[in-house]
């Protein structure tokens, strides 16, 4: 690469504008299997009562089956989404009203939120630096005698430190729900995630490691936890009576039901998960292959007990090394690379940071208005029992407005002569950075 190459930002030819390809991975065993579901005309089995009937149709048990399997657990209780999981796994944790849930600040708001549905009140925990993940040292500052459950969530692709988290939990008698929707088939010492805390979450959407359009699952090996959230799914209050459940709290059910068709989708995804993910890995050990050694940008740290799935590309980067703020940096990047088949319309897959710290969200800053001047956040926040103000995690905010460049562009489908693309525009920008300090 010419270091008087002038950067596409400013009107010199871009390293490529032809499309890159998009990230495929439904294909006929996918089709068979819908095919196979239509030709029996059963498109739910699901009742609402206590009944055989009430734990769903032959597709979505056999994919329970399957996942429980994986991931090395007891039980997998098949949703419609992640978003559900969360919801259903705080109510069979058994938070009630003020209790609080210590949450990351640095994720999709779902995974905070779950916790308003059982009128929780959400605390956030600062993140790791260097794997954006919750630790025990970070949710210890949080724990009150109001504490009820931890959300930690798997960001980005690899487990957050759950020895020392779980060893916490257990001190305090409190619930541990993993958020994996990132973290399909990754692992810490050797354990698949949704097994290390008390409940795991997966995410089944359409942009996700495997998918089924929309979808989730939900892991645990407690047997009473488990039977909490097959009743929360499928409308409890009509069923804990017939069913003998003595234990009412938060048995005010919802339809979180997935169907028979996304469910051997999901069964024939869950195959295909394995080299999906190793495809990933081999992509980014190249881009990091190629990347290292540039000035001010370093490549993810994966802890000694894990590993790392991918869900995206998260660089950190050090403005103050190259003199050029990032989002000068990754404007010229995007200038540089084209969209991607079937997500023209989002631009070139590069960004800057993840989301935003959650607690910067109007709910949360106004709570009050947002959720009502009684509810147990808005007066936990007016009693300045919880904070939601700018500096609370200062990890998160450094990170998110500063430091973290994510990309996509390590995705299975992506060709070696993609990713030398995606190379050659980094080091195209590294190599002009001159250019961005004028």
Not at 176 to 199: N, R, T, W
Not at 313 to 341: I, Y
Not at 389 to 410: N, Q, W, Y
Request: glycine fraction near 10%; hydrophobic fraction near 40%; charged fraction near 20%.
């Amino acid at each position: 690469m010419s270091n008087s190459s002038t950067l596409a930002l400013y009107g010199g030819k871009p390293v490529r504008t032809r499309l890159f390809p998009a990230y495929r991975v439904i294909g006929e065993e996918e089709k068979s299997a819908v095919a196979r579901v239509l030709d029996r005309g059963i498109l739910s089995r699901f009742l609402g009562a206590w009944h055989p009937d009430f734990f769903g149709g032959p597709e979505v048990q056999a994919f329970e089956k399957s996942w429980a399997n994986v991931s090395k657990v007891k039980h997998g209780i098949a949703v419609n989404s992640n978003t559900s999981g969360l919801y259903a796994a705080v109510g069979a944790a058994g938070v009630q009203p003020g209790d609080e849930v210590i949450v990351s600040p640095y994720t999709m708001a779902a995974s905070a939120t779950a916790a308003l549905i059982f009128n929780g009140v959400p605390v956030f925990a600062d993140i790791d630096p260097q794997t954006y993940c919750l630790t025990a040292d970070t949710i210890r500052e949080r724990i009150t005698e109001r504490t009820r459950a931890i959300i930690v969530v798997h960001i980005f692709g690899q487990c957050a430190d759950m020895g020392p988290i779980m060893e916490l939990a257990r001190e305090h008698n409190l619930v541990v729900i993993e958020d994996c929707a990132q973290a399909p088939f990754a692992s810490y010492k050797g354990q698949p995630a949704g097994g290390l805390g008390h409940m795991g979450v997966f995410s089944l959407n359409y942009h996700k490691h495997i998918h089924t359009g929309e979808g989730g699952m939900v892991t645990t090996n407690d047997d009473r936890l488990a039977e909490r959230l097959q009743l929360i799914r499928n409308h409890a209050e009509a069923v804990v009576e017939k069913k003998g459940v003595v234990d009412l709290s938060n048995m005010i059910g919802f339809n979180f039901r997935l169907g028979e068709i996304e469910a051997a989708i999901g069964f024939e995804q869950l195959r295909k998960g394995p080299q999906l993910i190793e495809a990933r890995k081999e992509n980014v050990q190249y881009l990091e292959s190629k990347l290292v050694g540039l000035p001010g940008l370093s490549m993810p740290k994966v802890g000694p007990a894990g590993d790392h799935v991918y869900y995206v590309h998260a660089l950190d980067f050090d403005e103050s090394v190259t003199g050029v703020q990032r989002a000068k940096l990754v404007e010229a990047l995007k200038a540089e690379l084209p969209c991607t088949e079937l997500r023209e319309g989002e631009g070139p897959l590069v960004g800057m940071g993840y989301v935003r710290p959650l607690y910067m969200l109007p709910l949360f800053r106004q709570p009050e208005a947002a959720a009502g001047p009684n509810s147990p956040i808005a007066r936990a926040h007016a009693a300045g029992q919880v904070s939601y103000a700018d500096g609370l995690c200062p990890v998160a905010e450094k990170a998110h407005f500063s430091r973290v460049i994510t990309h996509e562009l390590m995705r299975p489908g992506m060709r070696r002569e993609d990713l030398d693309d995606v190379v050659n525009a980094f080091q195209k920008v590294w190599h002009n950075i001159n250019q961005l300090r004028t």
